[in-house]
């Protein structure tokens, strides 16, 4: 008569490597229970694949070593499901002489980690279970550094994105600024010229022609020399201007005079 899982199930302390058997001899599995408690593992027994797929679905296994034939679901099959719903959990079938040529094919296409020859050795059986453990916590570490490169990467992209943004932002602030800037100085620029304009004809009103060429002389050396420049400039211009568009008339009087 089959016992309950849970009723055969063993543990030693909370964070030790998790082993489950699976076998329908329930002396099998007390022999089993007995010899690797010593060894420190959390030992989890189940007499059939319904109860160790119950199992399963309740405690993190980390090796599960299950005999061949068991009742209602042989040992191919329960360890088939295993495969496809935790494929973390490395699997290893227990096989008479007969079974080898099945549990070779189902190591070469995946589904268990190796098998044991029944009946087998308690040394060789604790050595299988070392090499499957050390096997576990190697896959173990490779997804946790699988999982931090991930994460880097993320937090990488995650900050490149935001320099992105932020050089993108300051860009079009100077972009902006330049652009003020640069009406200013053409606002600048205007102001200027008009400035210009209304000191030129200020002075040849007052002074005439040559008594403003005079004065701005005398100020080239007391002010911005390109500004008494600017304005020399623009009251030659003006003469200039003034001599064009005088009368032909006024000319000949010139000229009689």
Same mark, same amino acid.
């Given at each position: 008569m089959n016992a309950p899982a849970e009723k055969l199930q063993s543990q030693t302390s909370p964070g030790t490597d998790t082993l489950l058997f699976v076998d329908h001899d329930r002396k099998a599995l007390t022999a089993l229970r007995r010899l690797l408690r010593p %060894?420190?593992?959390r030992v989890l027994l189940a007499t059939g694949g319904l109860e160790a797929l119950a199992v399963l %679905?309740? @405690?993190? $296994?980390? $090796?599960l070593i299950s005999a061949m034939r068991l009742p209602r679901m042989n040992g191919t099959e329960f360890l088939a499901q295993a495969a496809e719903r935790w494929p973390h959990v490395l699997? $290893?079938?227990v096989v008479q002489y007969s079974d080898m040529p099945s549990a070779a094919r189902l190591i070469k296409a995946g589904r268990i980690y190796r098998y044991l020859l029944k009946p087998w050795n308690d040394d060789d059986l604790k050595l299988l279970i070392a090499q499957a453990l050390e096997h576990r916590h190697l896959l173990k570490d490779k997804l946790h550094l699988l999982a931090a490169i991930r994460r880097q990467k993320h937090e990488l992209v995650r900050v490149s994105n935001e320099l992105e943004a932020k050089v993108q932002e300051r860009t079009a602030e100077l972009l902006r600024t @330049?652009?003020?800037?640069r009406n200013e100085n053409q606002k600048l620029r205007e102001s200027? @010229?008009? @400035?210009v304009q209304v000191a030129v004809g200020v002075l040849a009103e007052s002074l005439g022609l040559e008594e403003a060429r005079a004065f701005l002389g005398k100020q080239e050396s007391q002010h911005d020399p390109a500004v008494v420049q600017a304005l020399l400039e623009n009251l030659e211009d003006d003469a200039a201007d003034n001599k064009d568009q005088r009368s032909e008339p006024e000319m000949k009087a010139d000229k009689q005079a």
């Open positions: %060894e420190g593992y %679905e309740k @405690a993190q $296994v980390d $090796v699997r $290893v079938l @330049a652009g003020v800037l200027y @010229a008009s @400035a």
